[in-house]
């Protein structure tokens, strides 16, 4: 059967289940948008602006857990898109880039609109392909979503020249398996390496979870759950990790890094195993490396060999899916209690304080977040920017459900809160919150267009302070109070929303904020709430950049 | 000229064999990869190997600067890299090519020869003002022979890097992922606290 490379494309996406695909046209990828009618089954998201096409293909993948797939043209278009791949490969988040290239003839020869995306994306992709004859588009993109989403995800981009799209090929059916002789990702855990972290964690006096975001790509919280209860260990999650572990459960102990709590913080210090599950012992979660919990054992659960040894030499690696490995550690592990051990965490949360809202009128980033926390009922999916609002929800909210805390924190993107919302209303029908930053907001806020025109019900909450907030709290406490191009003149966030047909309120105290935070809910459609927000707060506690987690500070006096 | 266990253990150089995809861009991979790490190259060679379809790369790194085993996972983290693996304590035959053009009269030239014959190599070109001397050896032997050509008046080298095999039937070739993972796991059974050499970020 003839088919152009267009056609393939696209029975190639069909065939893979990827029906919703954000993308941008361009000139080099006319052949393709041609065929497009051809195929009902998939659903194209125009966005304005590809940024935000990446960044939605990624929310998409969050919230989901499926692949995202993004579009875009080459040269500008295909570089638009980089932010939002380093954002999701630092994340190991599951994605399929598609940009079109100039014809292969012009290839090399410096063409309109051409960009080497390939070499561009080499070192924040899982791989990458440039597919120069249709016959070869099947195979790379069976690849390609193979490859993103076993072993530790990540994003693939496949890279096709205008003139390949129009070449005809055979076409006789998807592939259904791959060759790869160069990637086959273990996900069985090996006996030994189980056996081995079984023992220490059996001997162990003060052991400790740190879960990561492993742990929600693996689906592994109920096996999380289970093995925590039986060997009564307490779990602390990473920033990303965070809903992995429910926070209602009795053994939840929050998360854990540079604004992580307080009492977390020491756990982790105090520990006498330390058992990483899906992370990768990153320098915000752990802090100044040498300095670490010397005396701790760790034992390491993750599927990327990589990833052991990496930072902290361990002590007992169990290399394999987190699932698995944590299935296969449940029989091996004796049932206990640690009441000692549980106490001492219990006795340090109670002597410091776990809430740092200023009491009165003006509205403060933990009185919102609790705020948006009580009207949710807990059980919205919230998409953060990157911030001080994006360290208050994770510390204020309280997630019970897996994939409930969506945020950009490997690479830190703002402007992330916008598409990535987008993205995550499409896997979802409940409403998805947005908290904002009032700056991140300005980055990316033109997907407003796309959010209206597909009348999605995200309540975008812009946290508004004027001020670039994390980064004028590091110019008080570490630049001398130094103020330096951190308050930022907006817009009135009201009227732009409404340019873009959206309805918008605005908040300027607490009983406003409530008020607003009511009707947002019952909104039927998108809705944008400036809510102004005392002008400088600070995120505490911290542990200032380059300190131990035994440094942890809980107040500008303690520098 | 002998590279054995005991040489390897003081030696701060480590060589990774490494067999990749014989594939557009797949060079370009590696070294992306090594600048991104910031592994540090002494050398690195590529040719095509016994396998149809699969290139092999000698690479030798500087191991004290460089944590090896992450060369060795991070470069089989590729896809198109099928192996990857550190031979450095294995007893091994490790060779390089040089070719040196030294100026020289007529009247110097048989010099040059002797010199060249303690080293066993051999003069391949004779011009009228010049000679070029091939050496193969490792690179110390490549190193003494320059440092006595200097003096004659050194007017180009050329050397390719070392290339590498493991001595005895054993082989540093692609075997199946479970035995790469079984030795990695011997490998990760060595119990420690924290890696060797320098910690890759700067808040240590």
Redesign the interface.
């Known amino acids: 059967m003839k088919r152009n490379g267009a056609q393939i494309l696209l029975e190639s996406l069909a065939a893979e289940g990827a029906t919703l695909i954000f993308g941008y046209p361009g000139g080099v990828v006319l052949p393709l948008y041609h065929r497009f009618r051809e195929y009902p089954q998939i659903k194209h998201v125009l966005v304005r602006h590809e940024q935000g096409a990446a960044h939605a293909a990624d929310g998409y993948a969050r919230a989901s857990g499926r692949t995202g797939v993004c579009l875009a043209t080459s040269g500008p278009g295909a570089t638009n898109l980089v932010t939002g791949i380093c954002t999701a490969y630092m994340d190991s988040i599951p994605m399929v880039v598609i940009t079109g290239n100039v014809a292969r003839d012009l290839i090399g020869r410096d063409g309109f609109q051409e960009a080497d995306i ?2 561009i994306t ?2 924040i992709t ?2 990458n392909y ?1 597919v120069m004859r249709a016959s070869e588009i099947a195979p790379a993109v069976k690849e390609a979503f193979h ?1 993103a989403s076993t072993g530790r995800k990540g994003p693939v981009l496949v890279d096709i020249p205008k003139d390949v799209f129009i070449e005809e090929a055979d076409f006789d059916g998807y592939p259904d398996q791959v060759h ?5 990702p ?1 996900t069985v855990p ?1 006996d ?2 189980v056996e ?1 972290a079984a023992a220490i964690l059996n001997e162990a006096q003060r052991p400790i979870i740190l879960s990561g975001h492993g742990t929600l790509q693996s689906g592994a919280t109920d096996e999380l759950v289970a093995l925590a209860e039986r060997a009564q260990i307490p779990v602390i999650t990473t920033l990303l990790g965070i809903s992995g572990f429910p926070e209602d459960h009795a053994l939840s102990y929050g998360f854990m890094g540079m604004h992580g709590h307080y009492f977390c913080n020491m756990a982790a210090d105090h520990a006498d195993v330390v058992m990483g599950v899906g992370m990768r012992f990153d ?1 915000r979660a752990m ?4 300095d670490f919990n ?1 005396q701790a054992q760790i034992i390491h659960l993750d599927i ?3 990833e ?8 007992a ?1 169990v ?1 394999g899916d987190v699932r698995q490995s944590l299935r296969a550690l449940l029989p091996h592990l004796t049932s206990t209690t640690r009441p000692d051990w549980i106490r001492w965490i219990d006795d340090v949360k109670a002597q410091h304080p776990t809430d740092y809202d200023a009491e009165g009128a003006e509205v403060t980033g933990p009185w919102l977040c609790r705020a948006i926390a009580q009207q949710t009922q807990r059980k919205a999916t919230i998409v953060t920017g990157v911030g001080q609002h994006q360290m208050w929800a994770a510390q204020y909210y309280s997630y019970t459900r897996p994939r409930q805390y969506i945020s950009s924190g490997g690479l830190g993107t703002m402007g992330f809160e916008v598409p990535a919302a987008l993205g995550a209303q499409f896997a979802q029908d409940e409403p998805v919150w947005s908290i904002c930053g009032d700056g991140g907001f300005q980055m990316t806020c033109q997907e407003l267009q796309t959010v209206a025109e597909h009348k999605l019900p995200i309540r975008y909450v812009i946290f508004n302070n004027g001020y670039l907030g994390m980064v004028r709290q590091w110019q008080e406490l570490f630049y001398e109070d130094n103020y330096h191009s951190v308050a930022l003149g907006q817009p009135d966030f009201v009227k732009l929303a409404e340019a873009y047909g959206v309805t918008a309120l605005r908040a300027t105290n607490r009983a406003e904020a409530v008020a607003a935070l009511r009707e947002a809910d019952a909104h039927d459609g998108p809705i944008v709430l400036d809510i102004r927000c005392v002008e400088q707060e600070n995120v505490w506690p911290m542990v200032p ?2 300190a131990a987690l035994s440094e942890t500070i809980e107040s500008a006096e303690e520098l | 000229m002998i590279a054995t266990n005991s040489q390897n253990a003081h030696s701060p150089q480590r060589v990774v064999v490494a067999h990749v995809e014989d594939r557009p861009g797949v060079l370009a991979r590696v070294a992306s990869l090594f600048r991104r790490r910031g592994f540090n190259i002494e050398s690195l060679t590529v040719g095509h190997s016994d396998e149809p379809g699969l290139s092999r790369m000698t690479i030798v790194v500087d191991g004290q600067g460089t944590q090896v085993q992450q060369v060795e996972r991070q470069l089989f983290k590729l896809v198109d890299v099928v192996s990857a693996i550190d031979i450095s304590e294995r007893p091994l035959v490790a060779r390089e090519l040089a070719l040196i053009k030294v100026s020289c009269t007529p009247q110097g030239r048989r010099d040059i020869i002797a010199l060249a014959d303690v080293f066993r190599a051999t003069v391949v070109d004779v011009a009228d003002a010049s000679v070029i001397v091939q050496v193969l050896g490792d690179e110390d032997k490549v190193d003494a022979l320059l440092r006595l050509l200097h003096p004659y008046g050194l007017l180009e080298l050329v050397r390719t890097g070392r290339v590498a095999m493991v001595r005895g039937s054993g082989t540093s070739k692609p075997v199946p992922v479970s035995e790469i993972e079984r030795r990695a796991e011997e490998e990760r059974a060595q119990f420690g606290r924290r890696p060797d050499g320098a910690l890759p970020f700067a808040s240590d």
Do not use: Q
């Open positions: 390939t070499g080499l070192p899982k791989h440039l490859i790869l002789r160069g990637y086959d273990v090996s030994i390496e081995r320098d802090g100044r490396f040498k010397p990327d060999p990589a052991i040894g990496k930072n902290f030499h361990t002590h690696p290399l950049a380059g």
